[in-house]
Nanobody, 124 residues
């Protein structure tokens, strides 16, 4: 079954930066046909959408908590979607997932393909 593969993330001190990337596990799968969202889930909390970008890259959305600090982008030639995270805060600590679906909808159930998740830890 097709999956998405996240890379990047890790550990950083508050105020630092990290980058997450998302690619398809199969080279024949084109992410360019899909909207791609980044979700995160902290321990004891529900998974929520952080950011999303449409298939053409013409529309992006950010949760209020990350607006102005995170930037989502895509390179349809390289078949990847990235999330640049700056000015990180301890409350950004979570497992981050990328997901692909037909539209940039809020509800995760609308996204068909998911990655395994990548840990991001922000701590001093």
């Amino acid at each position: 079954q097709l999956q998405l593969v996240e890379s990047g993330g890790g550990f950083v001190q508050p105020g630092g930066s990290l980058r997450l990337s998302c690619a398809a596990s199969e080279s024949t799968f084109s992410l360019s046909y899909y909207a791609v969202g980044w979700f995160r889930q902290a321990p004891g909390q529900e998974r929520g959408r952080v950011s999303c970008i449409t298939a053409t890259g013409g529309f992006t959305h950010y949760a209020d908590s990350v607006k102005g600090r995170f930037t989502i982008s895509r390179d349809n030639f390289k078949n990847t979607v990235s999330l640049e995270m700056n000015s990180l805060k301890p409350e950004d600590t979570a497992v981050y997932y990328c997901a692909a679906g037909p539209y940039c909808l809020e509800d995760s159930k609308h996204f068909q393909y998911w990655g395994q998740g990548r840990q991001v830890t922000v701590s001093s």
